[in-house]
């Protein structure tokens, strides 16, 4: 039982889970998003190997509107 | 084919949109499409957790048909900036991003101390750089001398529709630089754009102006062919003013003579 | 389809061109068509009897194709008008006429007194009369209420290339107008005759403009695409000036909130 | 042998020439000109029988190029 | 001394006033006191019968010490024009007049035609008339040749405080008039009148932008000042306006040469 | 009364002038005189060595009386800039002194990210710097937040007499600052400097406009009037643009009613 | 006893008066307004010997406060 | 026999002086200008004290009129 925060609001995870994972998780499809670890971006081809940590905080963003 | 190059890419239309502003993503992209763009900005936010699935921009506009450009709105700090178009490059490979750094949430006046220390540092890094900026024709040329492939400055406030009150600076900056010249806001109906590119700017960004039209999407291809119109008046060359008449007849022939 | 009516007659294009000032007919012919002008204003002048082998206007733009709309340039009279329309209807039974009563060589401004005394006159013998004017509203409603079938108020003297200092009267003269206004000298640059569409109005003279530009026919373009643009921003009405910033990319979901 | 003004200069004819007559002599295309006789324009189905007399002053006009 | 002269009459102040729109007679006259004119317009209405002890302008401002210029302000045919001149000349002796035909309610903007009739017959009648007329430089001619002894085009709509936006007509009526060119109507702030100023005008009425200023009486002192400052600026030559920058401090001696 | 504070220091007039492009020291002296000024710009320049017996500005203007205000014009580095002011403090214990460095011979344009790195070290070392720049409301906030005592925002390029073009600037500017602004630059005339002080700014610099007239003894009264001029207007509070005419005159009583 | 339309008013008379008398009745004073009768002025110098009759029409007009 | 470079020119002095005498030597009035020797500012009260040597860089500045 592990807690991040993740896009502002704590999240409770039973594990620690990759960013693979965590994206199937709450259905997020991959393609369309991208993600940061503590401030970092995580590429793709990384999703697999980036495990979240307990306290860990985490960004998942997209592309919307904007002018 | 008197097509728009900015940095390494190539683009069929000078009116590049914005994506914000509109009612839903269906109107944003009928506009996107009656405008002729194939450059469009978009803001980078947190996707939705509690409910992933809810409707994105990409499910209407295509990223492949359409040049997304991330840009940093909302951004006061460098730092922010940086942060938002490193997460926006991995996001989809973007490399070509529009950086503003606002000075404050009135004006949204652009901090151009900010706004030249995050260039330098997205330069470095290899991003391809635009840059909303103010009419400041030495900033301007410091941005070029950085290496950004674009200077956008404001022709008035973001979304105030108040046009380009001070067109002397727009021609400084576009006389003097090697690189394109975009205005960027303050666009506010059909004729601004067209004074825009009848200064000699090579594009124009548009979005307040179509999203907030009672009819969005006939303004959109307005903002078509008034960036047409004055790309091409630009290119013929404007007849000189004169301070008296000018008969269109000839007097010679004339009956009553 | 958003025609132009005027009188009995309907026009495709709301831009109206002049065809004088041009190099030769060749290049006039050329503007015409990349105007898409469907009406055009022509001048009455004496044949030249000594060589009446020389190329007439005629040869080259068919009046079959484009509609010729006589106008009295250069009459400085009542008088000299009313000779010249009478004539113009007779050499191929036109009826729809651009009547001016100019004031003075220097200036071209129109004589409203004069102008008014010839339209009263032009109506009763049934021509259809579209008639060049001040920006008066008092005097365009007179013209209106004696039967002309369009008011022409310039936007600035003739051939000046000042565009349109006065919007406000144009404004005014529109909306209090049953009848097509146009707004027939001053256009000097693209964007100047988006405004005058956006103002309202229904259709645009340009004649200086186009053949004064270093490109004639490019910038006959321009002003077609212009046209169209100025009508579609009308159309679709524009955004309100505001007097701050208004940002376009929404401040919810930013990853620094 | 009469003398009248045509479009401003002065013109001999041999004799008094109707309308269409007078636009052969200077190879002019009735279609594309009006004519006024006296300051009176004369239709061109009129061309026939309306002559011109000594010390008629007679206008004859086609469109130019003209704004 | 640089004294403004209409007529057979020679003012010192070259600023004219209205004294309508005021909170009362003591906040005319303070306001005339500190705009220093000596010419002031006045309306001519109905005494009130039911009580005459209720106080006049007169009794405010004095006649023999502030020349009255009587209005037929709300005048819409030259008749009621006529009538209204003719028994402000009875009242007072009056013989210069302030001659004003309106076209209609919403715009107040002359009425050309009837204003030019009955300038004719005042003339006749041996009045100096001061006209009120639009800007036309062709009708402020024909006033001009009929025998008035000042012009008054309009700046812009009667009340409207819109400026001057077509500055070259009122340039043009200038240089081509013998007699005194006025700005009337449209004046909004001080410098719209140093604007009419400087385009040569020999004086400004103004009312609205007095009497509807938050201080009146402050704003009348600004716009005494700003008729001797435009007045001043005219008379003294402006500098050519230039394209580019021109250095106010020599580069000669600079210690890092 | 409403006295001009900036700094430490008290004015009488908000007109401050420049002493450069005067045709000889006795015009300069004139000219201030005529102006009101008690403030004026002056260069630092190498004194003549081999004739020292030149008379200088000194001779005939008295900075006893008129307060001197050393600028650092043609400086285009922070480091020129502080010798040249240095050195005014040396040669007069000159506190108050105007910074300005510029980023281009041709625009003169103000280099904005020189002048925030000057502003910085000379106010560290108590100078009291007023300080030339962009009209970037973001750059004369980080200014005003260094502690400089007046941000002077350019109306336009220096000499150019354009005026002021982009006026929302400049009023921004005004409702953020809690010091004064001054605008410098620009100002062709009297009608540009009214506008600068009813846009609420507490003084203006004038130079070009008084030296470059025709008669700049009379243009540099002229001034004087207009800043009294549109400083009583900023203060008593213009009437409201309305878009349609208001009657001057009451309907009420009137004849034909 | 007259009926006149005064200033728009009808005005009820004992009898005929001149204009002078007329000023009186409503005390207006002549120095500071402008009579017109039956739509033609009435010169001050006319006053006295002017009368007004019954049916007749009299405007009295001052200077007020105009633009 | 030093030399100095003043207001970008070399002078040639008989022998090192102070600021004051390099002054009088210019007849040029200390109160109407400012002194800097080697980019460094002479404050008045340091024209005595203060002298020039061989190779040393001085500028004499006034207040000239400017924008």
């Known amino acids: 039982m592990i807690k991040i925060q993740l896009n502002g609001e704590i999240q409770e995870l039973s594990k620690r889970h990759?960013?693979?994972e965590l994206l199937k998780i709450f259905s997020i499809?991959?393609?369309?998003?991208?993600?940061?670890l503590n401030r970092t971006v995580v590429s793709k081809d990384k999703y697999i190997t980036t495990y979240v940590s307990n306290q860990d905080v985490v960004e998942i963003v997209t592309f919307i509107g904007g002018g | 084919m008197d097509n728009f190059k900015v940095g390494s890419k190539i683009f069929k239309s000078r009116l590049i949109v914005g994506t914000g502003k509109y009612k839903n993503f269906q109107e944003t992209a009928d506009a996107i499409t009656a405008s002729g763009a194939d450059l469009v900005t978009v803001a980078v936010r947190r996707v939705n957790i509690t409910n992933s699935?809810?409707?994105?921009?990409?499910?209407?506009?295509?990223?492949?048909?359409?040049?997304?450009?991330p840009n940093t709105a909302g951004c006061f700090t460098s730092e922010d900036a940086l942060r938002i178009l490193r997460l926006a490059k991995e996001s989809g490979g973007w490399n070509l991003v529009k950086l503003e750094v606002l000075g404050d949430e009135k004006t949204l006046y652009p901090n151009m101390q900010e706004t030249i220390k995050a260039a330098k540092i997205l330069v470095s890094e290899g991003f391809e750089v635009m840059v909303y900026c103010s009419d400041d024709p030495i900033a301007c040329?410091?941005?070029e001398d950085l290496g950004v492939v674009a200077v956008m400055p404001l022709g008035s406030l973001i979304g105030s529709g108040q046009g380009i009150p001070n067109r002397m600076n727009i021609e400084i900056i576009k006389k003097q630089s090697k690189i394109p010249v975009i205005v960027d806001a303050g666009i506010g109906t059909a004729s601004d754009a067209v004074i825009a590119m009848e200064?000699?700017?090579?594009a124009v960004l548009v979005n307040s102006a179509i999203a907030k039209a009672k009819n969005p999407i006939l303004m959109a291809e307005a903002m078509k062919n008034a960036v047409i119109a004055g790309r091409q008046c630009y290119l013929s060359g404007r007849m000189d003013k004169i301070n008296l008449a000018s008969a269109s007849s000839p007097a010679q022939g004339k009956i009553n003579n």
């Open chain 1, 18 to 20: 990759n960013i693979d």
């Open chain 1, 29 to 36: 499809d991959p393609n369309k998003v991208a993600v940061e």
């Open chain 2, 53 to 69: 699935t809810e409707p994105l921009l990409m499910d209407f506009v295509d990223p492949k048909k359409i040049t997304y450009l």
């Open chain 2, 141 to 143: 040329r410091q941005l």
């Open chain 2, 199 to 202: 200064l000699g700017c090579d």
